[in-house]
């Protein structure tokens, strides 16, 4: 069967400006026609489907989003078992916001690949999904690299199962080895099935901020190198100036949060690398008034390196680099959205700014990237063209082009005209059929309500205890820490 | 229907030895008649087992168990809206035991109630419950009384949650109020339902191992009032000489594991008042083999304590207190029994040691109390109708006799002749029911194996990162507290 | 020698007000008389000072000061060796601030007794010590009741000694006795030459804010009876209405802090029972504006405390009970007073409102407890009589009467007239010897400024690292807790 | 004046064996003649020594010590004002024991250089000091990389005094800068007139037990850049394969502890790398019976990184590397040496394995290098003559040459027929004088006698408190961890 849209502005991705009155016609899941309604040949059983003053633009993708990405001790106990129905969940979140396409970038490999193979064979609805599993050299949920509380609180039992859920042979004992043992464990985790490679330049957890480096730049070659041999594109975690510069030039084919360098801004030197290249440059930036608001929240410190990460943010626009939308994307359990661990990060804005919630994080990113600055079609080519260009997909995916996926966002709005434009979407297509958005998620469980209070809650508020010091008294320092 | 059991020798509690030949008539689930088959009139549809060669004696009692134990953080997570089935699952592995009547004495109230009340009216096989929710005085399992260190780690929603299941207004916030008010707090608290009341003698957390005071002895004797007055027994967790004795003076029917008092045996003056009155004595002892092997794990200070506890246990047998046998039986999952924090507690030890196994302590504790001497009587009387007559139920069981309900074991072996012959049990009738015993637990959830390790488990373990901190470096004091 | 003082208004603390134009005759640091100038006969050799416009009272008491407070490790640390040279040096700023006897409730006995005896020798100059050593029942200041960080931090050569020299046998190891043992241990420590005995009858630091008992009524009043054996006053060291009412009951001379029972007000019973007995009632009052202040940076549920100590602190007055001024005077460290850790405690508030101060903290309560309506005389005589009459010091001191000690202090403004005006402080005379208050203290340690910053400083603040945790995201929990 | 030493054998470090019957002529601190002693022109005022049957060697050296090590808490606030009195200690004991230079490579610079200048300018006895200061990229005492427990318990004025002190402008903060501004700051700490630079290629405490990279290769490059510019060697921290690697090709004089690469064994590249260039390679090696003893102590992931440290040893004196002798040499305080967190750190083996002791860890080096099959005379060179080559301090010392300074040791037994025989110190020159050794040290702090116990502490002991925790509770988890 096949399916044609007609009336709508078509901005396809290619062109600098949207084209009115073009149709667009699909078969089999491919874009086989573009072109005025008179100039299309239409096959008997076509079912035509009028956006007439709407818009058209390629399905949204998300660089890095995880799927699921609740790493906290308790979530993990909880859902035990159903990490697949999990993921599903996201994925179809994801979908349902606009993002045809989403990578993960860390998360659970198995359970991954069986959401993304069921997606990918129509058993289930959802974003489609490639992912990386771990991120080479981090260690799991339960370690430095995320939360070292947990052995000792977790039975070791269950703490070596996640630890090894996410971790495999691909933790931070590679930080031992030489290039080429490296190498090797890479080829083998490659060999599971995974879409593309992420390691670590920097570290994640090791009790500097992100500034350690993780590994020699020798060793990073190696890593590349497998990844490429093997056909898959490689892209590096970086938080400092020198493991952003130092994975550009080892040859990742994108590098994670380039504007996230501590507290110094990218120099000249490297911002004209990633020019020159062709190593795809995310940015995760905050709106003025998400700064505003985390500002209120943090310490001096913490606000040096975002006054840093933003100025990274218009260099990159200035400088020409080929910046891709993404947000580390991930729905958290709501009892968490609550805690106040959450404040001081980037889920714990207001949801307009709130960069990090994967149903709408990426509007957030459209909105900010904008008042930094960027072209509206370089705003739309960051959430497509450029994301499909730097993992190697744009034959099938990016633009609206004829013999490619016929993956497509249909909006109210034009979204060249602000980037606010892009929540208004009236319809999602993908893979050439029509989204029903309304059934997703099909089973909420991150996105359902918190249940109510149990019955003795209340007794117990009315009745809580008053702490565990003397109050006032300055010898006793129990409890002060 | 009735059932006669025939050929048994029958050690009724009430005589000082069994009696040959007995039969024992039953109908409507009580004893309607005991004595040679000659003597009984036997109704037309009488079902007769022949139990010729073996010994019946009343239905094995306990005085302190906790059918729901664990309140380690992992296992409340994973076990959410399953409190019920956890405690289905013990009150049949009780039964399974030989125990027809176990009294809970600290656990989730409203979870508790529910299956006791559904065994009573026959919808699930177990053991008869009887419970008394929290234990007054305590905070919940999330805080200083049990494990401080979740508040932080557990999201918020969650811990005020299981916090509040387990206190309502009965916790540590009562220390603060004059006795006439506690007094109030608790007449609501038994107002829900529960079977009788356990206060807090002395703390359970607070630093300092069991030697704080909870409630003066004014508060003590309130409490003890409002029990009385609701016709609720009452019994006190104690843990010091003086937490002991003010309970006892103020009213107790019994007092818990009154031989842990620290490392200061139970002075003579106590012994006395437990003997002359009416106060039921639970005792928690250790086998000879159980002492030695803590022994090896504990601290010096810790022995000292475990040595005055079976110096009072021998004390208490001397003086003649009427002793019950309880052990805080109770199942923990089976990843909590792998962990290092159960060595060095009365479940870490052996199987044939462990006190505090639901499924075989109470055997463990009739052993250890035979070797410190307590006769073989008075070892059946305090499994059976010391706890029915501290808890007030004894007009209707711990012994056989006509009119009392007909909860008997049926053992291969004389129990008179050794203590180690109440573990061979051939049958257990609770209420003039025979128990499938085979059939128990219905639905093993923590008797259960342990799944088989992830796939992933394997590849980790072959390539675990080496630690923390420098090996060797006496400057890097991290990690090493 | 003998001195007289003339010309001033005597207020004598015995009468209800004073009297103008008395001339105070001194001899041998007695007064001998006190009249009128023409009444009185001069010896040959009096030395006479003109008081003319001035006030003279009794010499300022304090129930309750730490002449050495710091039991914060780095502070224990460093001062280790000099503990005498910095209980000198508080005796001194003491006795500057016109406290002419105070009363050390809590501190390393040894050093106490030895800086005790040698101003009592008149070795050095300094206020009165009397002296109590350890709270009986409380363990060191690395301990559970203190700062249980230290052990693991500390060297055990270093923890243990400190927790001993606090401690020696009446720790926390007390209340596994049982009242009789309790009692001889209490008779050693008396034996070493305390001048009072302080035990506690709430909990200092066990979890609870205060609210566990420590000792048992029976063990209460065996220590009572130790001490009086004795003949030495005892007092107790109370933090609930339960704690409260059992000292009084089990026969204290005096009540510490009796105005700090958590979240609930003292019953009118207890009111009755300390208005009606000779117990002394140690209140801690804070101004309205140190109150308001202090909710600013405290949780609802411990400024839930703060007010019913307020209210406490007015319903005392108006029972009539005897009241007398304390304030846990002591000398922190000013590296300590700038702590974060000081905030939230009365020592961190505004100078003027801060209670905890030795030098200032005793006109704080005197204008916080006129501001909660007590009269002018009874103010002065909660510094003076009713201090001598609680600790039975009175035949000695406390008013200014013929025979007793010359303990004075002279005013420039009348302090019938204000609280505020025991801050204009003129003179005093301490056993009938002017003070060269200027003087004191002769050795700044404490009260020393802070030495500047090393050459290396400036560098470092320049280029501060900035922090542990990656900022913003929210799945690296390292740190945040 | 001048000296004479006669009749010993003479090695001096450039020959392979001993030369028997030389004698030694001393003029202003330097070797002026070397010969039979027929062949020399001796001075009228020379002083004759005799040495008949001795053996001289050069003055041993140390690559590698801290004269002041102790970055405890506990020790640095107890010896604050007095860190010079402890490197004059230690500069001493190391003398004594036979060390006449010492490079010291991480300490407090201000007093590490103050005490450098008074033994040179002759105001003290001691060993030669080269310092360092802080290592390039290290954070201070009270931090992650050595501490991170004091922040919080320390208060924030002793915390920022002493971080600064040893970090000044050098510290972690490094990591996020450019390779140039790296170098900025580095010719910025080398203008304070340290001796030389050492650089953290591999992080020290940074929860990976020293796998992160702490600086880029290019980063590393300008590290090395400045110093050499400056006329300084540099050297590196490295813990890793990859950081030792990286090290070396930037261009370091030496690099330390080369053969703790964590769990993987030194790659043959890296070998070659080492033997073919004049980068000095310092070894940490334990004797056979040292690693016996450790293996007890720690975990199975440590003694593989022992093992690997092992082979390392032994692979690279097979290499051919220029191996240096060093320890970490340094005193700790002796009530540290007694805690626990001493055990499984090679300061807390016995005595005559214990690597890290300043007075004796050298003996231990030797000894230890012997059984790994190190040649006598490449025993001696590791501990002289490649050390002043390394340092490029080969013109004036490591050799007993004519025009050398005349830093000798006389021996009474042969060091060529056992390493055990570098014990056997008969008389230490240094700078041309004989050393008094039995005055050194001459104000002993650290190696002087820990006090007795207060007389407080028997009481303490004997009723010391019984824990936290009710014993052998499974359910309350606090104190368990």
């Keep these: 069967m096949s399916l044609l849209l007609t009336g709508a502005t078509v901005i396809d991705g290619v062109s600098e400006t949207g084209i009115d009155g073009r149709s667009i016609?699909?078969?089999?899941?491919?874009i086989v026609a573009i072109g005025r309604p008179d100039d299309l040949t239409i096959p008997a059983d076509t079912e035509t489907i009028d956006f007439s003053g709407k818009f058209i633009i390629p399905g949204l993708m998300n660089a890095n989003v995880h799927l699921f990405i609740n790493a906290l001790f308790e979530t993990l106990v909880r859902y035990e078992g159903r990490y697949d129905d999990l993921i599903a969940e996201a994925a179809q979140v994801a979908l349902r916001a606009g993002m045809t396409t989403v990578f993960d970038t860390w998360g659970p490999r198995r359970a991954l690949m069986a959401v993304r193979d069921k997606i990918e064979q129509g058993e289930i609805v959802g974003s489609r999904i490639r992912c990386a599993g771990n991120i080479i050299g981090f260690d799991g949920p339960f370690s430095g690299d995320f939360d070292s509380r947990i052995p000792g609180i977790g039975t070791t039992h269950f703490v070596d199962r996640v630890n090894a859920t996410w971790v495999e042979n691909t933790g931070r004992h590679l930080m031992w080895l030489t290039p080429e043992a490296v190498g090797d464990e890479v080829r083998q985790y490659i060999g599971h099935g995974i879409d593309f490679?992420?390691?670590?330049?920097?570290?994640?957890?090791?009790?500097?901020?992100?500034?350690?480096?993780?590994?020699?730049?020798?060793?990073?070659?190696?890593?590349?190198e497998e990844a490429h041999r093997a056909g898959l594109t490689v892209q590096s975690h970086t938080s400092s100036v020198e493991g952003l510069r130092m994975s550009i030039e080892a040859g990742c084919d994108l590098v994670q949060h380039c504007n996230m360098t501590g507290p110094t801004e990218i120099p000249r030197e490297t911002l004209d690398l990633l020019a020159q290249g062709e190593c795809g440059a995310v940015v995760f930036p905050l709106t003025d008034h998400g700064l505003a608001h985390l500002k209120e929240s943090i310490s001096d410190h913490e606000w040096t390196m975002w006054k840093a990460s933003d100025a990274n943010a218009r260099n990159l626009i200035e400088s020409g680099a080929m910046i891709l939308l993404a947000n580390d994307g991930g729905i958290f359990a709501p009892e968490v959205m609550q805690e106040p661990l959450i404040k001081g990060t980037w889920n714990g804005l207001p949801e307009e700014e709130a960069l990090g919630r994967l149903a709408s994080g990426h509007f957030v990113w459209l909105r900010a990237m904008e008042e930094k600055g960027m072209s509206p079609i370089d705003l739309l080519r960051a959430a497509t063209r450029n994301i499909a260009k730097a993992y190697k997909v744009d034959a099938d995916l990016g633009t609206l082009e004829v013999g490619k996926i016929a993956d497509m966002i249909v909006l109210d709005e034009d979204p060249l005209r602000g980037a606010k434009n892009y929540e208004s979407i009236h319809a999602v297509i993908k893979g050439g059929a029509l989204v029903d958005r309304?059934?997703?998620?099909?089973?909420?469980?991150?996105?359902?309500?918190?249940?109510?209070?149990?019955?003795e809650e209340a007794r117990f508020?009315?009745?809580?205890?008053?702490?565990?010091?003397?109050?006032?008294?300055?010898?006793?320092?129990?409890?002060?820490?």
């Design 438 to 455: 309304d059934a997703l998620p099909e089973r909420p469980i991150l996105t359902a309500e918190l249940p109510a209070p149990v019955e």
């Design 25 to 30: 016609l699909v078969e089999n899941g491919r």
């Design 461 to 481: 508020k009315r009745s809580l205890h008053h702490g565990e010091r003397l109050p006032g008294c300055p010898t006793c320092l129990n409890g002060t820490h």
């Design 197 to 224: 490679v992420k390691y670590a330049s920097n570290e994640h957890g090791g009790t500097s901020a992100g500034a350690f480096i993780q590994f020699s730049e020798r060793t990073q070659r190696a890593i590349v």
